[in-house]
Nanobody, 125 residues
């Protein structure tokens, strides 16, 4: 059974930093895209960042570009999201995701098959 287990997140002040981690088990995703999405109250889940299976390519949402950094450790089947210069509008439940098919940097929800349990990130002003 494939599982994505998230850790990290919590509460931060505006301008602060938080780190999210996501550990996959049940299969390896070393050749597949892994990414992060978020969902704020009353809004649809949106793309945040993704990294290719090779770890060479990344893509970010314009709203987080330059502030968030995605990384992965294929040896441990883990993906991380380093969030800096946080803003109140970053407040959301964050989800990690993994694709069983795509190896590039897909941004659409439908391209990801496996999802973490979600982690609350709250940024106070």
């Amino acid at each position: 059974q494939v599982q994505l287990v998230q850790s990290g997140g919590g509460l931060a002040q505006a301008g602060g930093s938080l780190r999210l981690s996501c550990a996959a088990s049940g299969r390896t995703f070393s050749s597949n895209a892994m990414g992060w999405f978020r969902q704020a109250p009353g809004k649809e889940r949106e793309f945040v960042a993704t990294m290719s299976g090779t770890g060479v390519y990344t893509r970010y949402a314009d709203s987080v570009k330059g502030r968030f950094t995605i990384s992965r450790d294929s040896a441990t089947n883990t993906v991380h999201l380093e969030m800096n210069t946080l803003k109140p509008e970053d407040t959301a439940v964050y989800y990690c995701a993994a694709s069983s098919l795509y190896t590039g940097i897909p941004v659409h929800l439908s391209t990801y098959d496996y999802w973490g349990q979600g982690t609350q990130v709250t940024v106070s002003s």
